[in-house]
T-cell receptor
Framework: EAGVVQSPRYKIIEKKQPVAFWCNPISGHNTLYWYRQNLGQGPELLIRYENEEAVDDSQLPKDRFSAERLKGVDSTLKIQPAELGDSAVYLCASSIIAGVVADTQYFGPGTRLTVL | SQQGEEDPQALSIQEGENATMNCSYK?????LQWYRQNSGRGLVHLILIRSNEREKHSGRLRVTLDTSKKSSSLLITASRAADTASYFCATDLYNQGGKLIFGQGTELSVKP
């Protein structure tokens, strides 16, 4: 069974430029998560999808970040414009289902973003 | 904000020794999960322990949960160099709709 796929693995951009990250979750997983992980820290949730619906985007900086999950499968996270403080690893995860209680999450390898 | 606090932040041991990592949290939970992250990789799920469970085992891993003290520990027995990684606890807070809050992690180094 294929795991969570993310691309690109690395991205270096100048500040104020846009950037997009792509995630393909494990087949059959209804719930998809985007996390940001700063150096030396644990992941912090940005947004969670149940199928196509964003059920928790309370920590997504909506002035510059956007996300979509069309057809309830693949997802894209975008930053426009990027700032220096956005340098981090962006992790995508999926789980079979989530609701009242958190299920086991399966993580992709992440995209390491460097903003110069 | 991160609820789980892990201790120690870093741990260095010799192969064959046991490694113990601790996680404390502040509010009631549904479950607590432990994940491992090798350098430059994503996180890998190790164990999930529910709030009504006190101990779980998986191979060389043993997790305990003390809800009265709001703490958990992860024990790795007979460590190997391949166990070198960062270990994170993640709490599923009660009444938060299945949201996981990750701690800052313990960086474990196992020297051959």
């Amino acid at each position: 069974e294929a795991g969570v796929v993310q691309s690109p693995r690395y991205k270096i951009i100048e500040k104020k430029q846009p950037v997009a990250f792509w995630c393909n979750p494990i087949s059959g997983h209804n719930t998809l998560y985007w996390y940001r992980q700063n150096l030396g820290q644990g992941p912090e949730l940005l947004i969670r999808y149940e199928n196509e619906e964003a059920v928790d985007d309370s920590q997504l900086p909506k002035d510059r970040f956007s996300a979509e999950r069309l057809k309830g499968v693949d997802s894209t996270l975008k930053i426009q414009p990027a700032e220096l403080g956005d340098s981090a690893v962006y992790l995508c995860a999926s789980s079979i289902i989530a609701g009242v209680v958190a299920d086991t999450q399966y993580f992709g390898p992440g995209t390491r973003l460097t903003v110069l | 904000s991160q609820q789980g606090e892990e201790d120690p932040q870093a741990l260095s041991i010799q192969e064959g020794e046991n490694a113990t990592m601790n996680c404390s949290y502040k509010t009631s939970i549904n479950n607590l999960q432990w994940y491992r992250q090798n350098s430059g990789r994503g996180l890998v799920h190790l164990i999930l322990i529910r709030s009504n469970e006190r101990e779980k085992h998986s191979g060389r891993l043993r997790v305990t949960l003390d809800t009265s003290k709001k703490s958990s520990s992860l024990l790795i027995t007979a460590s190997r160099a391949a166990d070198t990684a960062s270990y994170f606890c993640a709490t599923d807070l009660y009444n938060q709709g299945g949201k996981l809050i990750f701690g800052q992690g313990t960086e474990l180094s196992v020297k051959p």
